[in-house]
Nanobody, 126 residues
Framework: RVTLAESGGGSVQPGGSLMLSCVVS???????MAWFRQVPGKEREGVAS????????SYADSVKGRFTLSHNSANNTLYLRMNDLKPEDTGMYYC????????????????????WGQGTQVTVSS
């Protein structure tokens, strides 16, 4: 079976940094992978995505310049480095894999992904 396990969330003050990790089991990193976030009462929002077959990561405008997506095929892990965190970055962050082919610049719809992690909470507040 395919599992995605996120980690690295926590509570930080504005301006702080966090590094999220997503370890993928039962599925080699390929096709489209992404990070999403969600807060209660709102739709799941694409944060950063990449088509691992080629191309560079793509970012939502709200995080561009602050977040960096990377992946390591050797250990089957997707990462999200988050710098200069803001209160509006607060949310449950989910890793997604098994996405259909996607091309930016806009973030993909959650509907294209077949596999999801359980989420890791990020809280940014004073």
């Amino acid at each position: 079976r395919v599992t995605l396990a996120e980690s690295g969330g926590g509570s930080v003050q504005p301006g702080g940094s966090l590094m999220l990790s997503c370890v993928v089991s039962g599925y080699s990193i390929s096709n489209t992978m992404a990070w999403f976030r969600q807060v209660p009462g709102k739709e799941r929002e694409g944060v950063a995505s990449i088509y691992t077959g080629g191309g560079e990561p793509s970012y939502a405008d709200s995080v561009k310049g602050r977040f960096t997506l990377s992946h390591n095929s050797a250990n089957n892990t997707l990462y999200l480095r988050m710098n200069d965190l803001k209160p509006e970055d607060t949310g449950m962050y989910y890793c997604a894999a098994g996405g259909e082919f996607w091309v930016g610049p806009h973030q993909p719809s959650p509907g294209i992904f077949h596999f999801w992690g359980q989420g890791t909470q990020v809280t940014v507040s004073s």
